[in-house]
Structures are given as C-alpha cells and as structure tokens.
C-alpha cells in the first residue's frame, strides 16, 4: 500500500506502526484470546493496559506526582464546561484570554457557569498574533486563568507560558500537547481531547493538580467531578477502552522515538522549513507574526483563491490529503502533528514549489 500524507487537523494521521500493532493484537491482545474492545475495564489484562499508559504519559511529560492523569470521554468541548463546574470553588469570575476560534468557545461556555473576565484578546488584529503578558487585565481573585496554548484553525501558538501567580493556569493543550516537553507544574490544570496528536476521538485527556479537586460546584452531574473520576481511576463509569489502549501505543511509539525532546526537535524543523518555503514565495502566505507562529497547524493562502480547488485535487493526486483549510478561514492548512513525518512536510513543499512554477 501507497500510504499518502494525511494532513487532517483531526483525528488526524496516526504513526503507521502505531497502526500496524493494533492490527497485529486486534483479534487476540497478548495471547488473551480476546480483542481489547472485548475485555471488562476491570478486568487484569486492560488494567495492565491502562496501567501502562497511564505510566509512559507520566514518564513522557515528567508529570509530578500531585497531579491526577484522568483518560475520559467527551472531547475537549466538555472540559470547557467541566472547568468552570468544578475550578469556580465559590470564586467570583475566573480569567480568559482569547487567541481565537477554540478560546472563543471555551469562553462561551465558561459564561453558562461564572462570570467571565477576558484578560486579553487578539481578536482586533484578526488573532494574528498573541497578546503579550504584560498587556494582560488578570484578577487575583479568579478562580483560574484559562488559556489556548496552540490555535488549530488560526495556526497560533503560545511560545511561553504565562505567569498566573497563585491563581491556577488552565490549559486547552488538544492539539499540542506531547509536541515538545512541558513543565506540568505551571498548571492547575491541562486537558487535550485525543484526535490531535494523541490518538483516536474519543478519548479526553486531563491532568488536574490534586488541591483544586473535591470542590465542585453542587449540582455537578457525578460523572463530570474530577475527584470522583480520580477517585475511581478514570472508571467510574466504563471509560473508552479501546482508545485508551491505542493512546498507550503511541506513548510507546514515542518513548521509541526519544520521547518528547527528540519531538520537540523534529517538529521545530518540520515546520521552520514549512514557514519558509511560504515566506520565500510571493504566491503563498501565512499571516501570523512569526514568534507566534504554530508548529502543529499551518494555515496558508494562495495568492490567487480561484485556484484552491485545483491545488487541493493536484495535491490529493500527488498523496497529500486534508489540505483544505477551516472553512472559517479559507485557503489551506497543514497539521503536521507528532505522527506525521518530515517526508511529509517535504513532500508537500515540492508540490508546493512544483504547483507555483506550473500555474502562478
Ligand atoms: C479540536 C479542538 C477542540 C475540540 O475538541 P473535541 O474533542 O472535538 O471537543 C478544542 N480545543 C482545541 C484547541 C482543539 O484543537
């Protein structure tokens, strides 16, 4: 099999051996002579399996150990409610800073719950660029700070992390995390839905500092309290085993690769070398301001938008696939996650140059 270049923002292309073992272990896991999807949650074999993930996460981002690493269901979108319902902890408003689409939304849902106070916003420049901290309005009182470190759609990224003080820092990290190393113990809290650079839909990741748990507002639904999940080891109800199980295969493939640091460097490159085949040509660009630019999503524009049709058909020809950009934006964009490798990226380069020096 040609296997092409998947440049979906998400789900997103998966590391082909990855991919390959699920196949191998999908019938008969281990000589269980079960499949993952047929096995109790609490049974011995999937909790070797959790066990493991669980582990090589923490391995992986030197999570410490007065953080929780919870494995739920309900995508990103629901932690944009379940922040508010169980970080409010009686405080007056909590703090939000808006770099685009995704920070809109968690903003929207945060004001179902407490008053919103927004700290910073780019949206006067067209979310071009991040606000710099000392521009930042922030309450000493909040209940937290809640921020988007990478921008899917407008290809935005946070290249530091802000500075919060005592008031907990809550991070959207869906579609960075695992991009490079972090240093957890900045956060009160970080959530990533799986199908960026993690693994299936399906699957919600949270690591949640374990002070600012067991407070939840009172009418938070029992399935939705960050204590009673961790309390119950992500199990308090059946959790999504089979994406759970192929998540521990990427952390796995990852720790092979070198784990995060060696990402950190691949990435860095992938996408510097992306940045400037677009900057080097006068028909593609990239509006965001360079130190605030994404490594994992790249939206660009052709200089002539009649001819986005015909670059996305000559791409998916030449095996680059998912091109089209956020129809909130138009023109193209390339996420080039953990899994999708530097062959990749070059790949789509030579098209690029190719299609410019054919048609432009
Ligand atoms: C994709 C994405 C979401 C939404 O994730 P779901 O799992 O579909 O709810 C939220 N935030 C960011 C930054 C994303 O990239």
């Given at each position: 099999m040609n296997r092409p270049f998947n440049f979906s923002a998400g789900p997103a292309t998966l590391p082909l051996p990855v991919l390959e073992r699920a196949q191998a272990e999908l019938v008969d896991w281990n000589g269980s002579g079960m499949s993952v999807m047929e096995?109790?949650?609490?049974?011995k074999e999937f909790t070797s399996i959790a066990e493991k993930a669980e582990a090589d996460l923490r391995s992986l981002l030197s999570i410490p150990d007065n953080y929780r690493v919870l494995f739920l269901q309900g995508g990103a979108s629901s932690q944009f409610a379940m922040v508010p319902m169980n970080?409010?902890?009686?405080?007056?408003s909590a703090d939000y800073v808006n770099t685009g689409v995704w920070s809109k939304k968690a903003i929207g849902e945060g004001a179902r719950f407490l008053d919103v106070s927004?700290?910073?916003?780019?949206e006067a420049n067209g979310f071009t660029d991040i606000p710099a901290q000392d521009s930042w309005t922030l309450n000493a009182d909040a209940a937290y700070v809640h921020y988007t470190p990478n921008e899917t759609i407008g290809g935005v990224e946070f290249g530091w992390i802000p500075d919060t003080g005592d008031v907990p820092l809550v991070a959207d990290?869906?579609?960075?995390?695992?991009?490079r190393p972090l240093d957890?113990?900045?956060?009160?809290l970080i959530y990533a839905g799986?199908?960026?650079?993690?693994?299936?839909?399906?699957l919600t990741l949270v690591f949640v500092r374990d002070?600012?748990?067991?407070?939840?507002?009172?009418?938070?639904p029992t399935q939705f309290d960050y204590k009673v999940l961790s309390d119950h080891g992500s199990m308090a109800n059946t959790p999504p085993t089979l994406a759970w199980y192929l998540a521990g295969l990427v952390f796995d493939w990852l720790l092979a690769q070198g784990g995060v640091t060696a990402m950190a460097e691949i990435n860095q490159r992938k996408a510097d070398k992306l940045y400037a085949a677009i900057d080097a040509s006068d028909f593609y660009a990239n509006p965001v301001a360079k130190d605030a630019r994404s490594w994992m999503n790249i939206p660009f524009t052709l200089a002539?938008?009649?001819r986005d049709t015909e670059f996305l058909s000559g791409a998916a020809e030449a095996g680059?696939?998912?091109?089209?950009?956020h129809r909130s934006v138009g023109g193209m964009r390339a996420s080039i996650y953990n899994?999708?490798?530097e062959s990749g990226v070059d790949a789509l380069i030579q098209y690029m140059s190719e299609f410019e020096r054919d048609k432009a």
């Open positions: 096995m109790s949650h609490r049974g970080l409010h902890r009686g405080r007056p927004i700290a910073a916003s780019a990290m869906s579609s960075t995390i695992l991009s957890v113990s900045r956060f009160g799986a199908q960026k650079n993690v693994g299936p839909s399906g002070d600012l748990m067991g407070d939840a507002a009172p009418r938070t002539d938008a009649e680059l696939f998912s091109l089209k950009g899994a999708m490798p």
